[in-house]
C-alpha cells in the first residue's frame, strides 16, 4: 500500500498529491517541442569545433587558410584571437578558470582549438577538416596520484607562484583528532577502497546554443540548453563585458540535463564571439562525440574509508580519505564553500559518534568537470562509499547486513540529527523504509533460497542500500555559487478573471515543473492548476535564480512558489474581509474561498478576490494580485530510501542479471504522484548505468576510449530492470510544504545496492568490494581467479 | 603500443643500411604512401593514404632520422597528422649479421602512438592494423632489396 | 557533387527539394522541411531519436541519405495526429507519463507505431525488444511500456469494432 | 557528425551497376542498407567518391530455396531472414543471428550482402555463412563467380571481392536429415557488437556420431573464422557434453582475440570455450528435435 498525501484539494483543482497528467506533453508528443536545434533565425550562420588529437601537445602553428578559402566559410577563430580581447580563459563555476580556445597548449583529447564558421553547417563541417594544426605532443599525465608527486610535471603553470603543483586544494570536515581516537579504541576498523569513475550524463540532447549579437541595439540574445540561464546571463556579462540588461538568456525546451547542462561550455564562447565579430546568429551544435569527449565528467573520486566498530556491531566512526582527479580544470559546479560538494555526507544513515573526511583535488591531462551525473553535488560518491562500507562491515563481524542497519541507523526519536561533519538532518524514519523494502522483496525467504542456490554452486547475491540524500542548495549563510547565493525564486500574478501565471528561477529539463509549480499555486490559492501558467527559462522575465541541478527545485523555489501564493491569499484575505465587509480575522481559507467563520453561506473565492483586486479593491490598497518570494532555505532537506537488489550470475560468462529491484523513496510530502516515480523510475535506471555498464575510460595517451554510443553503453529497455516501487512519506518540517525533493535520490542510492548484491553473491569467494561498473569481464576475471569459472 | 620483430635479408648490412635511409626507396614501402618530398638528408615529408579495407584516413607525416651509425643502426621519428587523428612513431633498426654468409638480420622494435578520433572509435582495430602494416612495410622492404640487389 | 533531386511524399504529402547527394534523410526532414519532430540524438545509429517510418520501415533517419528516401513515403511523428484527435500511441505517452524531457519521445513513439503494426498484441518482453534501439534517458522505460501496452489495447480494440464512434486514428 | 560531399547513383538494374563500379573502379562504394557504412561516412572514416545504391535492383533480395540450397538474396535484410519460416526451419542458425543484429531499425534496413560484403571482425553474418559453408554469388560485368565464404573473408574489412564486384547472393547448402544449428553471441547490451559469437552446424550420421559438422566464430580474429580445430575433433565422434568441451577448448585455441573495450583476450578466449560450447549443444538439441 503507497503511502500518500493527505489530498486537500479536488481533482478538477489538482494541487498537492494528484497525479496530474503533465501540462507540457502535448507539445512533445506532437514533436512540437522547440529544443535549440530547432531554433532558427534570419540570417543565421553555423559554427564546428576543430579539436585536439592529442591529450596533451603544444601547439606550434595554426594554418585556417585552407579553411578560409573554402565556399561559404566566414571566419576562423583561435586562442590567439580571442586573447587579443583577453577572452581565452574563462571563470569555471567552481572558481578555477577554463580555456576558451587554447593559445599554446592543449590540456586533453578532444580539446576545443578553433571555431569555424561557415554558412552552413555541412560547409563549417567541411571547413574543420582543412584547419591545419601541428602539435609537438608532450608527456600526458593521467594518473591523479602520479600527479600529486612532487617530482611531477606541472600541468597549470598558469596558478600562483605558490601553486605550482597539481594539487587544486585539500578540503576537510570533522574533527580528525576525535575520530582517530575513536578508530584506535574500536575493537574492529573495516577498510574499503572505492573507485568511482569517470562517467557522463549523455543525455539525449547534446548541448548547443545559438549567440545572436544586434549591433544596432547592442543587445546579445543568447538561445543555449543551460539548467540555470540567469548564472550564465551573469557569467556572460562578467566575461565580456557587456551589460547585463543588454543580455537576454533563453532556454527554450531541453532535452534532459542531469548536470551536464550547468557549466558554460568553451563553446559557447566561441559562438558569442563569432555572433560579437559576425553581427549574425551563430549556431553551436554539439555532435554525440563531442559532448562525450570534452563535456564536464561526473566523479573520478577515488575513496579511502575506515569504519570503526565494536564487537557487537555498533558503528564508532568513520575516517575518509578521498582524491579527486578533475581533469586539467576544476570545473565542477558545487557551491564555493563545498570543493568536494556535500560528500561529507557520507556518514549516511546511520547513528555516527565521530567522523572525518579529506577530499584532495588534483589536475591530469582529461577534460574539466566534476559535474554532477543526476546527483546533488558529490553526494553519490559518499552513499556508495558508506553503503559499501555498512555491509562489509556488518560481513566482518559476522551481521545479516539489514540487522546491522537496523541496529545503527539513526532512530526516527532522533531528528533532528546533527552529523559530525556539521549537517542538520531535518527528518526520517529508516527503519520503516527499511522494513517496508524487506517486506516487499520476501528477505528472509531470499536468504533461504540464496543458501540453496550457494551450495548447488550457483551465484545469487541480495544488495541493500539504505541512503540519506542532502538536497535543496541552499541556505545563503554557506551556499553560493561564484559569489550568487543559492536562493530561488518565484513570481505569481493572478489575473482579473482568476487565472494566473507563475514564473520561477529554475528550469526544467523534463521534471515536469509546468506541471507541478502550477499545482503548488492549486494547492496554495485553489486556482486550477489548468489555469495556472508556468513560464521559466527567460531572464528577461523570469525572476533570478540559480537553477535545476541537485534537486533543489522543489526545494527552493518550490518553497518560493509557495511562500509567494501565501503572500497572496494574505492580500485575497484583505479583499475578500473588504468584500464580505468583515474582519480578516474572522475570515477561514479553504478550499480557494475565504468564509466568515460561523457563516458558511458568506464566502469569497479567490477568481472573486481576483476580480476585485483589478475592479473593487479597498481605498488604500494597492491594485492587483501579485507577489514574488526568493526563497532563503533555512536547512536542506534530506531525503531518503531503502533499496534491496537481487541478482543472479551466470558463472561461465560473468554476466550480471538484475532479477529483483525494490525501492523504498522517502521525499517528504508529494506533490505529483506519477511525476515522482518518473522520476524514480528514471533516477534508478541512472544508478544502475553506471553500476553495470557505463564508464569513461583513456588508454595511455588519453584517448577517450568511450566516445560514441556505440562503447558509451546506456542500458536499452531490454537490460533495465522492472522497478518495483513504494513510498514512506516523512515531511520535511521546514519546508512550507513539506517536500523534499526526488529528482536524484534513486541515481544516488542504486548504485551500493546492486553492487553490494553482486559482493553479496560472491562474498563467500573471500569478494570484500568490486568497481563499478560490474562488467561481465571484470566479473568473470574474479570468478577465474577464484577458481570458479 | 610496442611492436617488435626480425627480418632476414639476402643482402649485406651496408646495401640494407642505405636502402632504408633513402626516403626515396624506403618510401615507396610505407603503408599507402602517395608521395615523398626530401627536406634535407634527415628530414622528408611524406603524404600517405593509410587504413584496412575501404576505410581510410590521409595523413600528412614528417619523418626524421634522428640518430644513425651506418651501417648498424638508425632511429626513425615519425609524427603525422590527419583531420582529427595524429600518429608518432619512434623506430629503432639495428642490423646484425644474418643466419647465413652475406646476409643481414633486421631486428627492429617501434614504438606508436595513435591519438585522436581514429584511437577512440577505432580502439578495437588500431593494433592489429598497426602491426600489420608494420609487418608490410618489412616484407616490401626485403622484397624491394632482394629484387634490386 | 552535383545536386540531385528528391521527391518524397511525407505524412501524405508531396514534398521535394534539390539536395546534396551526401544531406541526411533527418536534415531533409528537420532543415529543408521544417519537420523537427524528428530528433538527432547520437549520430551513429544507436539512439533511435530519429526514428521515422520510410515506406512503413521504422527506419533512423540519420544514418539514411535523403536520396536514398527519393520516391519513399515518409511519416514523422507531425503526421500521427489526426486534428485534434492524438494517434492511440501519442496518448498513451501522455496518460502513462511515458516522457519527461521529450527528445527521444518522437523517435520512441515512431518504433512502437511500427511494432504494433507488425505485433498487435506484443509481450512486454516482445516491447522491450521492439524499442531497444531508442534509448531513453529519463523514464527508465517502465511507462514507456505502459504507454505502448495502453495504445495496443485501444488499437485492438479498435480493430475489434471498427464502427464505433470516437474511434480513435489507424495505426499505420 | 556530417559526411563528405558524396555522388551518388541509384542504378536501375544490375548491369547498369555493375557498368558503373567498372568505370568507377576503387572510387565507387556499393550502398546496400546502409546501416555500416553510413556511420563510417559520417565520421568521415570512408570518403569513396560515389554511392551505388542497389535499392531499385530488382531480384537481389528474395529468399529461396532450390533441390540443392537456399539461396539468399545480397540485398535481402535482417528483418526479412528474420521472420522467413522456411529458413528457420532447415537453418534455425539463421533467425538466430539474424536476431541478434543491432537493433530493431536496423534489422529492418541492413542487409546481409552488406554485412557480408563490410566484413567487420564483429559482425555476426561470416562466421554464420563459414559454419553452414555457404557459397557467395559475387557479379561483375565480366561475369559471375562462385566462392566459398571460407576463406572469403581476408582481413579485417578485407574480403574477396575485387573493386569492380558485387556481392549478389548467399548460397547455403540445403542441411543433411537430422543437422542442427545454431548461433550463440555473447554482447555487453541489447544492441551491441559482439565481444563473442559461435555458429555451429552439425549433422549426425546413422550411427549417431556426428557425421558433418561446421563451426565459425565471430570477433575473436582480424577476421571472422572457421574454427577448423574444432571441427576436427568433433567429426565422427559420439555427441556430447564433454566433446562439445573439447573442441570448443580447440576453438578457443585456434582463436586470436585482442584487448579492447569487450575485454581482454583471456576472456575472449574463455567465451570463445563457453559460446562454442553453448552453441554446439543447442545445434544437437534441434538435429535431435
Known sequence: MTAETELQTTPEVGGMGHSKKRKEDPRFIRGQGEYIEDVVLPNMVWMDIVRSPYAHAKIKSIDASEALAMPGVLAVITGKDLEKAGLHWMPTLAGDKQMVLPVDTVMYQAQEVAAVVAETRYQAADAIQAVYVDYEPLPVLLDPFEAMQPDA??????????????????????????????LAASDKVVPIDVYIPRIHVASIETCGCIADFDPVRGHLDFHVTSQAPHVYRTVISLVSGVPESNIRVKTHDIGGGFGGKVPVYPGYVCAIVASLTLGRPVKWIEDRSENLQADSFARDYHVHAELGLTDDGTITGLRVKTLADHGYSDAAADPSAFPAGLFNVITGSYQMPQAFVEVDGAYTNKPPGGVAYRCSFRVTEAVQTIEQLVDLAAREVGMDPAAFRMKNFIRKDQFPYHTPTGWDYDSGDYHAALQKALDMIGYDDLRKEQAEKRARGELMGIGISSFTEIVGAGP???????????????????????????????????????????????????????????????????????????????????????????????????????????????????????????????????????????????????????????????????????????????????????????AVDDCGNIINPMIVDGQIHGGLTMGFAPALYESITYDELGNNQAGTFMDYLIPTAVETPRWELEKTITPSPHHPIGAKGVGESATVGAPPAIVNAVVDALSHLGVRTIDIPMTPQKIWAILHEKGVA | MEFSGAVDIPASREQVFAFVTDPNKVGGCGPGVESIEVIDPTHFRAKAKVGVGFITARFVVDLEIAEQQPPDMAIIKAHGQAPGSAVDALGRMNLVDGPEPGTTTMLWAAEVSISGMIASVGSRLVEGTANKMIGQTFDCVRAKIVAGR | MTRQHVSVTVNGEVREADVEPRLLLVHLLRDVFGLTGTHVGCDTSNCGACTVHVNGMSAKSCTMLAVQADGAEIRTIEGMASGATLHPLQQGFWDQHGLQCGFCTPGMIMQSAWLLARNPDPSEDEIRDGISGNLCRCTGYVNIVKAIQQAAAELRAAEAAPDASGTPAAAS | MIPAAVDYVRPADLGEALRILKEREGEAKVLSGGYSLLPLLKLRLAQPAILVDLQAIGGLDGISRTDDDIRIGGRATHRRILEDEGLAAVLPIMRDAAGGIGDPQIRNWGTIGGSVAHADPSADWPAVLQAVRASIVLRSADGERVVPARGFFIDTFQTGIEPAEMLTEIRIPLPAPKSGSAYQKLERRAGDFSTVGAAALLTLGADGRIAEVGVGLTAVADAPFAATHAEDALRGARPGDELFREAAAAASRQSRPADDAHGPAEYKRAMVTEMTFRALRAALGRALA
Open chain 1, 476 to 662: 545563503s549563510h554557506t551556499f553560493d555559487l561564484i559569489g550568487i547565493k543559492m536562493f530561488d525564486s518565484a513570481e505569481i500574478r493572478v489575473h482579473p478573471t482568476g487565472s494566473a501565471i507563475i514564473r520561477i528561477g529554475v528550469q526544467t529539463q523534463g521534471q515536469g515543473h509546468e506541471t507541478t509549480f502550477a499545482q503548488i499555486v492549486a494547492e496554495e490559492l485553489g486556482i486550477p492548476m489548468d489555469k495556472v501558467k508556468v513560464e521559466y527559462g527567460d531572464t528577461d522575465t523570469a525572476p533570478y535564480g540559480l537553477g535545476t541541478y541537485a534537486s533543489r527545485s522543489t526545494p527552493t523555489a518550490g518553497a518560493a512558489a509557495s511562500v509567494a501564493s501565501r503572500k497572496i491569499r494574505e492580500k485575497a484575505r484583505l479583499i475578500a474581509a473588504h468584500l464580505l465587509e468583515a474582519a480578516p480575522d474572522d475570515l477561514e481559507w479553504t478550499n480557494g474561498k475565504f468564509t466568515v467563520k460561523g457563516s458558511p453561506d458568506r464566502s469569497k473565492t479567490i477568481a472573486e478576490i481576483a476580480f476585485a483586486a483589478y475592479t473593487n479593491h479597498p481605498q488604500g490598497m494597492e491594485a492587483g494580485l501579485e507577489a514574488t518570494d526568493y526563497y532563503d532555505p533555512p536547512n536542506l532537506t534530506f531525503p531518503f530510501g531503502s533499496y534491496i537488489c537481487v541478482v543472479d550470475i551466470d558463472k561461465a560468462t560473468g554476466q550480471v542479471k538484475v532479477r529483483r529491484f525494490v
Open chain 1, 153 to 182: 610535471q606541472v600541468l597549470r603553470p598558469d596558478r600562483g607562484p605558490d601553486k605550482q603543483n597539481n594539487h587544486i586544494w585539500h578540503w576537510e570536515s570533522g574533527d580528525r583528532a576525535a575520530t582517530d581516537a575513536a
